[in-house]
């Protein structure tokens, strides 16, 4: 039979490339194994084998920027995945439906996208291992129109990481605030900040995620635009007790994006960005 020759030859090239450490040749055996297909997995032990090849193979593809190839790769991935994966295979499987979902966000494929981020919710064993669904249809909201939406989803993730926003913001209390931060970065030297300790508190650097994604939200509804010099200023002023959030922290787990960062704002639970610190003085 043609397609388990395939299969076969892709697991016999998997081990090579393993042993190589051959990209390219992971995405072929990848690619040999998927011309099987599931139905000629022996057992459970090497559907999770196949599975995580193609978890590889779509990673690469990503790294790429090959978004629909990586889609492919990993929906194959889930396809192999045994069932009552979600226990035995936990890791695995959040995995796998992360990038799937990052990848169908790309690609456009909403009703699939619904149905994984639905699945990651439902399956997730906690909190912190929802955010990547989270952060994806905030995202997917943004993109989609539904900027009300988006932001709503954002500050409530935010009260839930106990980093809520000020309800009401008049002129007054804005300018209030960016005198007083103004004050507080006139008596520290830039030498200061750059030896602030980088965040390592992996719910802060969330809190950080979700406030990039409010102020790009603002950015699409002109009616919330007066809150951010409030917000950015508070967030300052309270994050010299914090440490500095890197812009690489922010991107490390997106980086099937490209993006062109504008200055970021400093919240309160870190610094985003030396760049912002120069704004706000002037």
Wanted: proline share 3%; aromatic share 10%.
């Amino acid at each position: 039979d043609r397609r388990r020759t395939h299969f076969l030859y892709g697991l016999t090239l998997a081990r090579i490339a393993a042993r190589e450490r051959d990209d390219k040749l992971v995405i072929i055996a990848s690619t040999q194994v998927n011309l099987g297909g599931p139905e000629f997995v022996a057992d459970g032990d090497q559907a999770v084998e196949v599975a995580k090849l193609n978890l590889d193979a779509g990673k690469k593809a990503m790294n790429m920027s090959d978004f629909f190839s990586a889609y492919s790769f990993l929906e194959y991935g889930i396809s192999y995945l045994p069932k009552g994966h979600w226990d035995t295979n936990y890791d695995l499987s959040l995995e796998l439906f992360n990038k799937s979902a990052s990848c169908a966000l790309m690609n456009a494929e909403h009703k699939n996208l619904n149905f994984l981020l639905d699945q990651i919710m439902h399956n997730a064993n906690c909190a912190n291992d929802k955010f990547r669904a989270i952060m994806i249809s905030i995202t997917f909201k943004m993109w989609s129109g539904q900027i009300a939406e988006a932001i709503k989803m954002t500050t409530s993730t935010l009260n839930d990481l106990g980093e809520g926003i000020p309800n009401l913001i008049t002129p007054s209390i804005v300018e209030e605030n960016l005198k007083a931060t103004k004050e507080k970065l006139a008596r520290i030297s830039d030498d200061t900040l750059l030896t602030y300790p980088i965040m390592v508190d992996p719910l802060k650097i969330e809190a950080m995620c979700l406030f990039e994604k409010l102020f790009s939200s603002f950015s699409f509804a002109v009616y919330h635009i007066k809150n951010d010099p409030h917000i950015a200023g508070e967030w300052i002023d309270k994050s010299f007790s914090c440490c500095i959030c890197t812009l690489e922290q922010l991107t490390r787990s997106r980086r099937e994006r490209v993006w062109r960062w504008r200055w970021l704002p400093l919240c309160k639970v870190g610094i985003v960005s030396y760049e912002g610190i120069s704004l706000l003085r002037s």
